[in-house]
């Protein structure tokens, strides 16, 4: 899909059909034509409503306010009516600060994305241009280099999040970690200025990964740790992305019930959206070192499996007893996260679908933030608002540290009670984060929104690329304030 600023009023425009978003029941705006015909229709853009009007070709949606993520979802919803139709071209205006455009084409690419890998009938988008008129809804100056770098970087961070939806919608089979390795390698060698090393069971074994390499074990599917890196000269500071690449989790002997384990090639999220993470990074020629360190394997039974009892050694040289072999993310992570440090980053993020626990606290939609640095989380969360990601934090409590402990060993893989889950999991993982570290690092639940078995707001059913879109602001906020 193609973006073009206009330099014109909306009503200059030639386009195949029009969108207009209706703000605050606002049926006396200039661009709103038709309001005898709309109350005819029964449309009061209330909301999401959207209405078309085939004989006109023009397309009405309820705009909520002018967040940014309203304009997202209000363009979404107006696209979806119409994006089957055979038209080629579409024009509308621009509704707010220049920043809005970034959300109006965002809205565009996430809600055009389709998974149909598999079906026969492949989805046909037929429009291919959106027209932009630098006409604004309450007449601001626009200023029109700063629109056309938001249209580019809207682009950028939208199609990044809809590669991440990809290959977490992707079938396991197809998905492994040799291939997941692999797919990092092309996106390195497509992406300028990205290097990929790969490191084999062989390279796990030299760095005492006992935790990760457990979890692998059982797999006929080898594990792969991926350690992509982008490194522009004169970069200001080091940001390392640390995803969960679990393609597969079956459970392990742990073994999960049968309609548990429907979707859980979605254990691959945070992976991905490291991937993507870097990549947007290097397109945008963000001014940091950017890494991204993933661990990929799958979580299998066998007679080699690793077991309820075993006593793992992590990279740290640190013991866990294992008491559930369903907990293994965590386990993969851990060693992960002590590889990244080596790195001496000066902000480090973990993503991973790592608890149902954040879903019961939370909901389905909304990532869990937690970590120590009180400035850091808050800096992450206005990056996440500004993104349209939903994201909350959870504390780190003291008194729960020790429901980790372990008769056998350093700490246990599994908390001893059932309450307070998404925290016991960030707390273990707080195991493996050095003093030096600790206030550099965010640990990301997207257990909730990485994954939903049907379409909201602009995500359709499956994968919604979590964690891209909020990690990437957040560095391009950064460089805001670096400058």
């Not at 809207?154 to 390795?181: G, H, R, S, W």
């Not at 389905?364 to 850091?376: C, I, N, Q």
């Not at 009670?417 to 960030?426: D, L």
Request: aromatic share 8%; proline share 2%.
């Amino acid at each position: 899909m193609n973006f073009k600023l206009i330099e014109d009023q909306l009503k200059n425009i030639k386009a195949d059909c029009e969108i207009i978003l209706v703000l605050n029941q606002d049926m006396t705006h200039k661009w709103v034509q038709d309001s005898v015909l709309l109350e005819q229709t029964d449309f009061h853009a209330k909301s999401d409503e959207v209405v078309y009007l085939a004989s006109l070709q023009r397309v009405y949606a309820t705009l909520e306010s002018l967040d940014h993520d309203a304009i997202r979802l209000a363009v979404a919803n107006a696209y979806k009516c119409i994006k089957n139709n055979k038209f080629e071209t579409l024009k509308l205006g621009i509704y707010g600060d220049t920043q809005s455009v970034s959300a109006l084409v965002e809205g565009f690419v996430l809600g055009d994305y389709a998974f149909d890998k598999y079906k026969t009938q492949k989805a046909t988008h037929n429009i291919h241009t959106v027209l932009i008129a630098s006409e604004t809804y309450d007449n601001q100056k626009i200023d029109i280099q700063e629109a056309n770098t938001a249209i580019a970087r809207a682009q950028i961070i939208a199609n990044a999040t809809n590669e991440a939806k990809e290959i977490v919608n992707t079938a396991p089979y197809e998905m492994t970690p040799v291939k997941l390795a692999e797919y990092a390698k092309n996106l390195a060698d497509s992406t300028e200025g990205i290097e990929c090393f790969i490191g084999d069971e062989t390279f796990l074994e030299k760095e005492q990964m006992g935790a990760f390499l457990a979890v692998a074990r059982a797999s006929s599917e080898k594990p792969r740790l991926i350690h992509l890196s982008y490194k522009p000269a004169n970069a200001k500071k080091r940001f390392v992305f640390i995803g969960k690449g679990l393609t597969y989790d079956s459970g392990g002997l742990s073994l999960k019930p049968s309609e548990h384990m429907v979707s859980m090639k979605s254990d691959k999220s945070g992976a991905s959206a490291a991937l993507h993470i870097i990549k947007a990074a290097a397109l945008l020629k963000l001014p940091f070192e950017v890494h991204a360190v993933i661990g990929a394997a799958e979580n299998m039974i066998g007679g080699n499996a690793y077991k309820p009892d075993d006593v793992l050694i992590a990279r740290n040289g640190k013991s866990i007893e294992v008491r559930n072999t369903d907990a293994e993310g965590r386990l993969v992570l851990a060693d992960c996260l002590d590889y990244a440090q080596d790195l001496n980053p000066d902000a480090m993020f973990d993503l991973a679908t790592l608890t149902g626990a954040c879903v019961v606290a939370l909901g389905e939609y909304t990532s869990v933030v937690m970590g120590h640095s009180k400035d850091l989380k808050e800096s992450f969360l206005c990056a996440a608002e500004q993104s349209g990601e939903l994201a909350a934090t959870l504390p780190f409590n003291n008194y729960l540290k020790k429901l980790l402990k372990s008769n056998v060993a350093d700490l246990s893989n599994i908390s001893s009670s059932r309450y307070g889950g998404a925290i016991t999991a960030g707390l273990f993982l707080d195991h493996f984060i050095k003093d030096e570290f600790k206030d550099k690092w965010l640990h990301l639940d997207i257990a909730g929104p990485a994954y939903i078995e049907k379409d909201w707001g602009y995500n359709q059913c499956g994968a919604s690329g979590a964690g891209v879109r909020m990690c990437t602001y957040w560095m391009i906020k950064a460089a805001k304030e670096d400058a």
